[in-house]
């Protein structure tokens, strides 16, 4: 017990100073923990990796794992038969949106699609095995008329949303971090009519600021590399903006 507590004293030090780093690598750990041993610091990084508080991306190289375990998430039911079908395939995924967000949610939808990211190359074979085992697949542009149709005809097919990526970053076996998804949930329902009402995910986003177990930095970053770092900047700047700036940008706008 008394190890332990030491281990965690260490991480709290590494994370402190290391957290704003995508990446980290023994000479940071270093600089960080300078009073112990070469042997030392191997044996703390071998040990925070086994308790799943840091994930070895490469060799000597490490990242925080923002999920700890993923204690802090509970994906749904329908997202459960996904990694299962998904696990067999072989091909890189991760799963993103509402099933990352959910704890921070007032109230969870009794069904909601899964928002999926899978390697671009390997779209047109995933969609296939999907498709096989009873999964309704949905392109990004069509959700919104896709999600209705299925909706009306009260469908009960588990409804994926497939979005194809060359970065793996921002996820952890196959689960996103609560910034990624939180970025991915805004993208995809402002520009492909998600259904999920825009008041729903400021009280998720309010949620994740009071518990402080978001990286407002790191939002903007994946916000940039999605293309909407100026929603997302405007969102975590929003407490700055006054009054005044934000009556001129309407003036502006309404004179368009």
């Known amino acids: 017990m008394k190890e332990l507590k030491a281990i965690d004293e260490k991480f709290n030090m590494l994370r402190e100073n290391l957290m704003d780093q995508q990446t980290f690598i023994?000479?940071?750990?270093?600089?960080?923990?300078?009073?112990?041993?070469?042997?030392?610091?191997?044996?703390?990084?071998?040990?925070?990796?086994?308790?799943g508080y840091v994930k070895r991306v490469r060799r000597g190289t490490y990242a925080f794992?923002?999920?700890?375990?993923?204690?802090?998430?509970s994906i749904s039911s329908d997202a459960k038969r996904l990694f299962d079908v998904m696990s067999e395939t072989g091909f890189y995924y991760y799963v993103s949106g509402l099933d990352i967000l959910?704890?921070?949610?007032?109230?969870?939808?009794?069904?909601?699609?899964?928002?999926?990211?899978?390697?671009?190359?390997?779209?047109?074979?995933?969609?296939?095995?999907?498709?096989?085992?009873?999964?309704?697949?949905?392109?990004?542009?069509?959700?919104?008329?896709?999600?209705?149709?299925?909706?009306?005809?009260?469908?009960?097919e588990t409804q994926v949303v497939i979005y194809v990526t060359e970065n793996f970053d921002y996820e952890n076996d196959g689960l996103a971090?609560?910034?990624?998804a939180f970025v991915d949930t805004?993208?995809?329902?402002?520009?492909?009519?998600?259904?999920?009402?825009?008041?729903?995910?400021?009280?998720?986003?309010?949620?994740?600021?009071?518990?402080?177990?978001?990286d407002q930095k790191r939002a903007l970053?994946?916000?940039?590399?999605?293309?909407?770092?100026?929603?997302?900047?405007?969102i975590v700047e929003s407490k700055y903006v006054t009054k005044d700036a934000r009556q001129f940008v309407d003036i502006m706008r309404r004179g368009r």
């Open 102 to 156: 959910a704890k921070y949610m007032q109230h969870v939808p009794e069904q909601f699609p899964v928002i999926l990211f899978v390697e671009k190359m390997a779209k047109e074979e995933i969609k296939v095995v999907l498709l096989e085992h009873g999964f309704l697949v949905m392109e990004p542009t069509e959700l919104k008329t896709r999600y209705e149709e299925a909706t009306y005809a009260g469908r009960k």
């Open 177 to 180: 971090t609560l910034e990624k």
């Open 221 to 234: 970053t994946i916000a940039n590399r999605r293309g909407i770092q100026y929603d997302i900047r405007h």
């Open 65 to 73: 794992n923002e999920l700890m375990g993923k204690s802090n998430i």
């Open 26 to 51: 023994m000479a940071d750990v270093a600089n960080v923990l300078p009073e112990l041993e070469k042997s030392t610091r191997y044996w703390l990084m071998a040990e925070l990796v086994k308790l």
């Open 186 to 214: 805004f993208y995809s329902v402002t520009r492909n009519g998600y259904p999920l009402a825009l008041q729903e995910l400021v009280r998720i986003y309010e949620n994740l600021i009071r518990t402080g177990n978001f």
